[in-house]
């Protein structure tokens, strides 16, 4: 038995859905050898079956899914003796690949194993009515998030705490006076574990760290706009030209009119 619901309302340019359903496939039921125009996600609700792409074939149970890339081949077939019941989804929009990054699904590895939280979401997705289309994007996004739940987590928490300071310190905060403090407030751990996890990823403090991207950030300046020391060290988040002076020399052996008189040289 099988069920196709055509989405009549595709209103979203980030996020649309085109087409789902649901079928319970008799033995042996294959589709493909030919080009998707979008991305499909199937869900294996029960059964078995396989997924042929890009020269590769996938063994596929309950809890396991497969997505389909568009402009690619594919070809997918129901076991001759446990065919599978799966259910489906086709979506498009330009907010498509920012959310499929966020799973493990890529084009080396179209396949999630044993993701049994889609299967809730995608069943109440297949049997939804296509009236209403905010509830069907609703519903893709709680598919899409199961899919994010059920992928492996690469990242540490100790990366995020770093991404989230490096963050604060890039952005406009650099032009302020960071404490090690306040940047420890912000990431969400105490200043003594922060400055644990800069030393064991970044080789260097926070305070260091900060310093250097100063350094930078104003050695930038210098070499490429033709602002007055005082506005470089403001920029750089210095409110004391002759500290920064004083910064500056300590860390490149020369002071800032010297560094732009070394880089316009250099490129004359």
Avoid at 36 to 57: A, C, D, Q
Avoid at 58 to 83: C, M, N, R, W
Avoid at 98 to 107: E, I, V
Avoid at 121 to 145: F, G, I, K, Q, T
Wanted: aromatic letters at 14%; one cysteine or more.
């Amino acid at each position: 038995m099988r069920r196709t619901v055509i989405n009549r309302f595709r209103d979203f340019v980030d996020f649309n859905v085109i087409q789902y359903g649901h079928e319970d496939c008799r033995p042996n039921y294959s589709i493909g050898n030919f080009v998707r125009s979008n991305h499909l996600i199937h869900y294996v609700h029960s059964g078995k079956g396989t997924y042929h792409y890009n020269g590769k074939t996938y063994k596929l149970s309950a809890g396991d899914a497969f997505l389909i890339y568009p402009g690619d081949v594919t070809f997918y077939q129901a076991d001759g003796e446990q065919p599978w019941e799966y259910s489906w989804v086709e979506f498009v929009g330009a907010a498509v690949p920012k959310y499929l990054s966020s799973t493990s699904f890529t084009k080396d590895s179209p396949v999630m194993r044993g993701v049994t939280a889609a299967d809730g979401p995608m069943l109440a997705l297949s049997s939804a009515s296509n009236d209403n289309p905010y509830e069907l994007s609703a519903r893709l996004m709680a598919v899409l998030s199961a899919f994010v739940t059920g992928a492996p987590q690469t990242v540490s928490m100790a990366d995020e705490y770093i991404k989230y300071a490096l963050n604060y310190i890039h952005t406009i905060h650099y032009h302020n006076n960071i404490t090690v403090s306040e940047l420890s407030n912000y990431v969400g751990i105490n200043r003594s574990y922060l400055c644990r996890l800069f030393k064991e990823k970044l080789g260097l403090s926070p305070k260091r760290y900060i310093t250097e991207f100063r350094m930078k950030t104003a050695a930038k300046l210098l070499e490429e706009t033709n602002l007055n020391i005082g506005q470089v060290a403001l920029s750089a988040g210095f409110e004391d030209q002759l500290y920064f002076s004083t910064t500056f020399k300590a860390f490149y052996g020369h002071s800032p009119t010297e560094h732009r008189n070394i880089a316009k040289k250099a490129t004359e």
